[in-house]
């Protein structure tokens, strides 16, 4: 049986802070701000962009405030790599004991509200610590790597970032990456205000040669604040990581490697993940690892390595060609990045840039892959600490001017679930004249040899209801809570697309019916589906059946698992989520499972029974059902 859906459960080991480690060496060095850059603004080239411009490092506090403990505050404290039973020493979590005093519990509060993360835990783990070696075996072959790796420089932007957490990001590069291959680390501070990125973080990387420091004079948002680091880029490749991340033994030349074998190959490292609370390093072996994709509303999302992917390779560590990159974390060489346009610099802020840059690097001429053997850490923070401007759709017009750009005839889906409203997106003919100047491909070269696994919503070989034939009148339908009847249209994005929108006044039958479950959420919260009468007008009981055997409303798909058939986010890896439909015998049969899906026969509820073509009660019927755009390799089955 193939169960993906359920998640590993995280366990937490406890571990009691014996004694107060930190020691203290005090830099010696006075007022080294040699290391920041001062020099005159660049203007920026592109005509859509606004010029940017940089301040002087600066002593001076914007405010005065006091930020976290003293561990945080104080001037030039460099730590020293803590012994092997130091807090968080080898990724190990931190769990702060529960007897904590009021005072050291308001700190802990204090550091979340600044940060979104255990800033408090994060200040007690040296800046140095040592962490796991997470590299397949396979990776540490001699002579895998070439030779003569070109150097990079590795641009980290921040924004009032911790002290603790900036530095660790800072040393875990110096420490982990072969010196000769770091040419410099660019931080760029986007208009910081914590007193301790000031003064402070100037001296402190005086001691750090090959750190410099520019700062944006207005907050410049993500996007335009890498665009500021890339002009002091000295080295051929160019490495993006955020400001919250570990490097990790043998991190960077797996990734140099690739650029060195091919300019237009961009990489990204497996992002493992660091607790946001106890800042415990958590990783996984390379065969779980997972390729970038999206959805229809341009939301980056993982999927598995596709089979098709797997079969191209010999073992699990080698680099895997991904649809999309996440976006922080990510290495290309300089002139390549230049001829592709960099970002579009009509891009605000955040959100959008990612998929942009994987689009065109796929679409004109390169190859985006992760490379399983470079693993970087990553706090995830479940909300932005930040406060940005209101009123303005960053996230809308940024992906407005990607679909507009690059999606051709499939904008149409993403426009569809913004109720077809692209708002004020700006000029994107310099864009247009980019794809056409460098030759790019269509978008749709790129989904069927890049992304096939994409569900296509025009492609699907159903939409409507699934109705049931023993029990006519009934639907797969679900949770059926009495509010969740009679759901607005609109609040389902698949009610645009056509099909089954009409009501039909058949008022009286049963169907299936469901409501979206949001990624991550517990186990008691997943709605599982239900018979219900067919109400004809969609909503909960509109489905699309995919040329891959998903039954789906958008990115959620029925899912069984051995207990309920529940609506899950889409894995795109068939298994449980896996039903293959016979027109003839109109048996719903599931993947894993090999059972059918039928309702019980006092017709309340959804059951998987062993297949009986004799069994009215597992016959369905599925509205608008085309055999002929099923995959291939279903009909087959
Ligand atoms: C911070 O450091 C100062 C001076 O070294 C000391 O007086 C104070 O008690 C410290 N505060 C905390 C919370 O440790
Ligand atoms: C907290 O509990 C531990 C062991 O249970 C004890 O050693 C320690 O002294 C306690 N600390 C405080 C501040 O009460
Ligand atoms: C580099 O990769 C691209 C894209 O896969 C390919 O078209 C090109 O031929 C490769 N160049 C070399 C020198 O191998
Ligand atoms: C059908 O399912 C409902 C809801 O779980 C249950 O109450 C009922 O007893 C089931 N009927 C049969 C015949 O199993």
Do not use: E
């Given at each position: 049986m193939f169960f993906l859906r359920r998640r590993t459960l995280i366990l937490k080991a406890i571990l009691v802070?014996?004694?107060?480690w930190f020691m203290v060496a005090l830099l010696t060095t006075n007022g080294g701000s040699r290391n920041a850059i001062g020099a005159p603004p660049i203007e920026y080239e592109d005509a859509e962009a606004k010029p940017l411009k940089m301040a002087k490092p600066t002593a001076t506090k914007r405010k005065s405030e006091s930020y976290g403990n003293n561990l945080s505050d104080g001037l030039g404290v460099l730590a020293a790599p803590g012994s092997d039973n130091a807090p968080g020493e080898l990724g190990k979590p931190v769990v702060l004991p529960k007897n904590i005093s009021e005072e050291t519990k308001l700190a802990v509060q204090e550091g979340w509200k600044k940060n979104a993360f255990n800033q408090y835990v994060s200040d007690l783990i040296s800046v140095k610590r040592k962490l796991p070696d997470p590299r397949d075996e396979w990776c540490k072959q001699p002579g895998l790597y070439l030779e003569n790796l070109p150097q990079t420089s590795v641009v980290i932007c921040f924004h009032n970032e911790a002290w603790s957490v900036l530095l660790r990001t800072v040393h875990s590069v110096l420490d982990k990456s072969p010196p000769h291959l770091i040419k410099e680390i660019i931080l760029v501070d986007?208009?910081?205000?914590?007193?301790?990125?000031m003064q402070q973080l100037d001296d402190y990387m005086s001691s750090l040669p090959k750190v410099r420091i520019v700062r944006a004079t207005r907050r410049e948002g993500l996007i335009r604040a890498r665009l500021l680091g890339a002009r002091f880029v000295t080295a051929p490749v160019l490495t993006y990581l955020d400001s919250h991340c570990e490097c990790t033994e043998g991190w960077l030349e797996p990734l140099l490697d690739r650029i060195a074998r091919n300019k237009t190959t961009v990489v990204c490292p497996v992002i493992d993940v660091i607790d946001d609370n106890t800042l415990e390093y958590h990783y996984r072996d390379s065969s779980s690892v997972n390729v970038g994709g999206f959805d229809w509303n341009l939301q980056f999302n993982w999927h598995p390595v596709p089979a098709k992917e797997k079969a191209r390779h010999q073992h699990t560590a080698e680099p895997v060609w991904s649809p999309t990159m996440a976006g922080g974390l990510f290495a290309i060489d300089k002139d390549f990045f230049e001829k592709l346009g960099t970002y579009d610099s009509g891009f605000d802020i955040w959100g959008g840039e990612n998929l942009e840059l994987s689009f065109k690097t796929w679409m004109c001429g390169g190859t985006l892959e992760i490379v399983p053997c470079s693993h970087v850490g990553h706090i995830f923070r479940k909300r932005s600490p930040y406060k940005w401007r209101t009123g303005v759709n960053v996230l809308k017009k940024n992906s407005v001017r990607l679909a507009e750009v690059w999606l051709d005839d499939y904008a149409k889906y993403y426009y569809q679930r913004v109720g077809n409203e692209k708002g004020d997106y700006g000029d994107i003919s310099g864009r247009k004249k980019l794809r056409e100047d460098l030759g790019c491909k269509s978008f749709e070269w790129y989904l069927k040899n890049i992304y096939p696994e994409l569900f296509i919503p025009g492609e699907s070989v159903a939409h409507g209801e699934i109705r049931n034939v023993g029990f006519q009148k009934i639907c797969l339908d679900s949770p059926t809570r009495k509010s969740d009847h009679h759901k607005p249209v609109g609040l389902y994005p698949c009610h645009r697309q056509g099909g089954n929108q009409i009501q039909n006044n058949e008022y009286g039958h049963f169907c299936i019916d469901g409501v979206t479950v949001q990624d991550g959420a517990k186990e008691d919260e997943i709605p599982f589906a239900k018979a219900a009468m067919c109400h004809g007008s969609g909503g909960n009981q509109y489905w699309m059946y995919s040329k891959n055997g998903e039954i789906r409303r958008d990115e959620t798909c029925l899912d069984y698992s051995g207990h309920d058939v529940v609506l899950y986010p889409?894995?795109?890896?068939?298994?449980?989520q896996l039903w293959l439909y016979d027109a003839r015998t109109k048996l719903l049969k599931h993947g894993s499972s090999e059972k059918c899906m039928a309702i019980n026969r006092t017709k309340e509820k959804i059951v998987m029974e062993t297949c009986n073509e004799n069994e009215g009660r597992q016959m369905w019927n599925m509205e608008n059902f085309n055999a002929e755009r099923l995959s291939p390799e279903l009909t087959a089955e």
């Open positions: 802070l014996t004694a107060i986007d208009f910081s205000d914590m007193p301790h990125l889409c894995h795109g890896a068939k298994g449980n």
